[in-house]
């Protein structure tokens, strides 16, 4: 770590800035100074900042991987914090790290750099979301039990089979597209998530426009698995363009979108309730990604599905969908779909990669040994 020269306020003024700069570019509503990520986010970083200010550093210019191998060692594994939550606070700090490289502060993102990350606790089990991976045998046991129910309910139903084929559309969209849940789901602590909109879809089902992490609207592919699924869901479904992909389907909550003067003792199912919606030019409620949750977690106890983590969770469709791209197609096609950079995307992998990297280095030990 190298002090600063100016040793005044002027050099603390440089860290304040690049912290409310960045905290600025992360948050919600009027002046960008709400939104859950920014309030747990803000703690975590004011706290670093101090660590940096108590160690003569008040410029990001000033810092290298060193320092923030220090707050890890000196800081985060001191607190009695779970080691989950180490790397959940460690990841804050890394974000502003590749920020501030971004906007051209540091030269290097510190923050994933083996040295800076070497004193991390190992995670004690893969309990959190985030780690989760769908394998192919879980995905495609999963998605086949959602493939059956989905033809035993049109079968019965008909054109009103609307739980089951929604449930199919999402979970094939989820394990093949890889987009986040709260890129398509509704979010209640942040506004501008409300669920993608039918419209957002193409006409072909090949692209679909969301809101990205970046707060910028991006568009995804959506792979040949997982049309058929969208297209039967929507043909019984009939959306508005308007109207959110994947509705909620609870009775208050559909009933609460809906115009006073509509009778809802009159509605006798989801084909009278959409009717309702259509003729008051009213939008359903999306799905959140909680509810969205509650819902695999039936699902996957209905289908037998056992992992560890108990259900299929949202962000495990995410990974496995990085882990094959990743392993069949490269580090940068998986960042191109998943909406990350490389790093971030390689520093995921790294232990799928490096499985794969001894694999084949096994083979041409054993190809070139066998031509001798």
Request: net charge negative; charged share 30%; proline share 4%.
């Amino acid at each position: 770590m190298t002090a600063s020269e100016s040793g005044g306020s002027d050099g603390e003024d440089d860290l304040r800035d690049a912290l409310d700069a960045y905290l600025r570019s992360k948050g919600k509503g009027p002046n960008n100074e709400s939104g859950a990520y920014r309030r747990n986010a803000e703690r975590e970083l004011e706290r670093f900042a101090d660590y940096l200010r108590d160690d003569g550093t008040t410029s990001l210019a000033e810092i290298d991987a060193g320092d923030l191998r220090n707050y890890i060692r000196d800081e985060l594994t001191t607190r009695g914090l779970k080691p989950q939550t180490v790397h959940k606070y460690y990841g804050y700090v890394s974000a502003w790290i590749g920020w501030a490289q971004r906007e051209g502060l540091v030269d290097e993102h510190y923050g994933i750099r083996t040295d800076a990350r070497e004193p991390l606790p190992d995670r004690d089990g893969r309990t959190e979301e985030r780690q989760q991976t769908w394998r192919r045998e879980d995905r495609e046991a999963f998605l086949s039990y959602l493939d059956e129910r989905a033809h035993e309910a049109i079968d019965a139903d008909g054109t009103t089979a609307y739980a089951a084929t929604r449930d199919r559309a999402l979970a094939y969209l989820l394990a093949f597209a890889g987009v986040r849940g709260a890129e398509v789901l509704a979010m209640p602590d942040d506004d501008r998530r409300d669920g993608a909109n039918a419209g957002d879809l193409s006409n072909a089902v090949d692209a679909l426009d969301v809101l990205g992490k970046s707060q910028a609207w991006e568009t995804r592919a959506v792979p040949p698995q997982a049309r058929p699924a969208i297209e039967r869901w929507l043909t019984v479904y009939d959306p508005e363009p308007e109207w959110p992909l994947f509705p909620s389907f609870h009775y208050p909550s559909l009933y609460d979108r809906l115009s006073d003067d509509v009778d809802s003792d009159a509605l006798s199912g989801y084909s009278d309730i959409f009717a309702a919606f259509r003729d008051t030019d009213a939008r359903p409620p999306a799905l959140t990604t909680d509810g969205a949750r509650r819902l695999f977690k039936r699902l996957c106890a209905d289908a037998a599905i056992e992992v560890a983590e108990g259900y299929l969770q949202l962000h495990g469709a995410r990974r496995g969908v990085g882990r094959v791209l990743a392993l069949q197609q490269g580090i940068d096609a998986a960042a191109d779909q998943l909406d990350n950079s490389p790093e971030v995307v390689r520093e995921a992998y790294s232990e799928v990669l490096a499985s794969e990297r001894a694999a084949k280095t096994g083979d041409a030990f054993e190809q070139h040994d066998g031509d001798e």
